[in-house]
Structures are given as C-alpha cells and as structure tokens.
C-alpha cells in the first residue's frame, strides 16, 4: 500500500488525509441534496457539517490515541499528525453526535430529523475513509491465506509487513456502503398535515416528520452490527473488553442497544 502519494520540497501528501477530505465532500453532497428534497436550505447542511466534522475528528483521534497509546510513547506530538492516519469511528461518533446536538438546540431544528438527514451521508464518508485506512495500514486484521488477503510492505505503513491480512479496512468498506444504500432507500415520512411527500417550499413542515428518528435508528443498529461483524477479524489495539468483547466491541454493542431503543420509540411514537 501506498500511505504517501508523493513529496514535493516541505509537502507531504499522505493518501490517508486525501480519502478522508473525499470522504467529507461525498458525505456533505449527500447531506444537501437530501436536504434539498426535504425542502430545507442547503446552507443548514454546510452550518452544522464544519462543527460537526471538526468534533467527529477530534472524537475519533483521542479515542485512537486512548487505546494506541504505545505508538506515541516518546513522540507525544505525532498525535497531532491525523493526515498519517489512526481514527476510530466510536469516538467519531460520539463527537459528531455531541455537536449535532449542539448545533440542533441552537437552530431550533428537531435533533432527530438532523440525524436522520446526515446518517446516510456518515455511512458513505465512513466508506470513503475506510480506503484510507487500507492505505496507511491501520485498523489492519489477522493473517489469512484467502486469495484476497492484503500484505503491506511500505515501510511507513501502520499494519505489520509481509504478513498477508485480512483487509478489514475492505469489509468495512464495503458494509458501509451498503448501509449507506439502505438507508437512503428507508421514507422518511410524511409531514404533519400532509398526504403527500413534503415539496421545497413546505419548509416549516418538512421538520415536523412523524418518523423522525427512524433512518438514524436504523443507522445505529447496522453501523454497530458491521463493527461487530468485522471485530472477529481485528489485530489493531482495540482495548481490553470482556469475554468475546473487546472496549471497541463493547461500545459497538451498546450503540446497537440504542439505536433498538430509538426505533422502538419512534414507531410508538409514530403509531
């Protein structure tokens, strides 16, 4: 794999932070044109994405360095060096979510009907920064010898070299994408008052779903399940857990939990 792209004088381009930049502008086009069919703004979209984002990183880089903290002894400030790769998607999750919230309160949107307009678009920047992952190396699996195992040989690479692996980067990938699908594929609902889909001018109807919170539901429940589906395959430091279960395992687990809990509220609230 190829964690650098090329040199040029003082400027590195590591192939890490370019999938992760595409990774966001695949994500925000998702976010408006969805916001566009449910008759909002497209520049709501841009104001809640940049907080966000920035919170999503920082979320998702301090749980990476919780739980690899052996990579940075000695060289405190490479954690600082997100471009080189080493995000987890629990603390992502959490940091966006927290600022979602945020941004939610401070607009007077409905929280829910925020995270059901971005989760799809969460699903398809994950995918895209997956890729990355493969690049740099890092969120590497065990060995294997099925004919589709990867083997790192770059010597700047985070996995271990000329081990053939399981490319769970690819498995996640892959089911983030098809999560991605599916979601985009759920209704979201009718407004209040309404017969029909709401149109771009229904702007202050078309916050007032009835299923709000449905399609973020179902995001929690496939999201957590892919994880655990890929954990079995996992050789990266995850953090000590219980039984089956590592730390990263366990909150997939509990994400899974809840986003049960908020389908389940929903379609009583619904009904």
Same mark, same amino acid.
């Given at each position: 794999m190829y964690p650098i792209l090329f040199h040029w004088g003082p400027i590195t381009l590591h192939t890490y932070g370019l999938l992760a930049a595409l990774g966001f502008l695949? !994500?925000?086009? @998702?976010? +408006?044109?969805?916001?566009? #069919?449910? &008759?909002?703004?497209?520049?709501?979209?841009?104001d809640a994405l940049t907080p966000v984002v920035v919170s999503?990183?920082?979320?998702?880089?301090?749980?990476?360095?919780?739980?690899?903290?052996?990579?940075?002894? !000695?060289?405190? @400030?490479? +954690?600082?060096?997100?471009? #080189?790769? &080493?995000l987890m998607w629990q603390g992502g999750f959490l940091g966006a979510l927290s600022a979602l919230v945020i941004f939610a309160r401070r607009k007077k949107v409905p929280f829910?009907?925020?995270?059901?307009?971005?989760?799809?678009?969460?699903? @398809?920047?994950?995918?895209?920064?997956?890729?990355?992952?493969?690049?740099?190396?890092?969120?590497?699996?065990?060995?294997?010898?099925?004919p589709w195992a990867v083997t790192f040989r770059h010597s700047e690479s985070l996995a271990p070299l000329g081990v053939p692996l399981h490319p769970t980067q690819l498995y996640d990938a892959g089911l983030n994408l098809l999560i991605c699908?599916?979601?985009?594929?759920?209704?979201?609902?009718?407004?209040?008052?309404?017969?029909?889909?709401?149109?771009?001018?229904?702007k202050s109807e078309a916050i007032k779903f009835i299923g709000s919170g449905r399609i973020?539901?179902?995001?929690?429940?496939?999201?957590?399940?892919a994880r655990l589906a890929v954990e079995p395959f996992r050789a990266d430091a995850r953090g000590a857990g219980i039984g089956l279960f590592s730390a990263t395992g366990l909150v997939a687990l509990a994400i899974v939990f809840a986003g049960t809990g908020l389908t389940l509220w929903t379609y009583r609230r619904t009904k």
């Open positions: 695949a !994500g925000y086009a @998702l976010a +408006t044109r969805r916001a566009k #069919q449910a &008759g909002l703004s497209p520049s709501l979209v841009g999503g990183i920082l979320g998702a880089r301090i749980f990476y360095v919780v739980f690899h903290g052996s990579e940075f002894s !000695g060289a405190w @400030l490479d +954690t600082l060096k997100i471009w #080189q790769g &080493g829910l009907f925020l995270a059901d307009l971005f989760a799809p678009a969460a699903a @398809l920047g994950q995918a895209v920064g997956r890729i990355g992952c493969l690049f740099a190396g890092c969120c590497f699996g065990h060995g294997c010898a099925f699908f599916v979601l985009i594929r759920v209704p979201w609902g009718k407004p209040i008052g309404s017969s029909s889909p709401p149109q771009p001018s229904q973020a539901g179902l995001y929690l429940i496939l999201a957590g399940l």
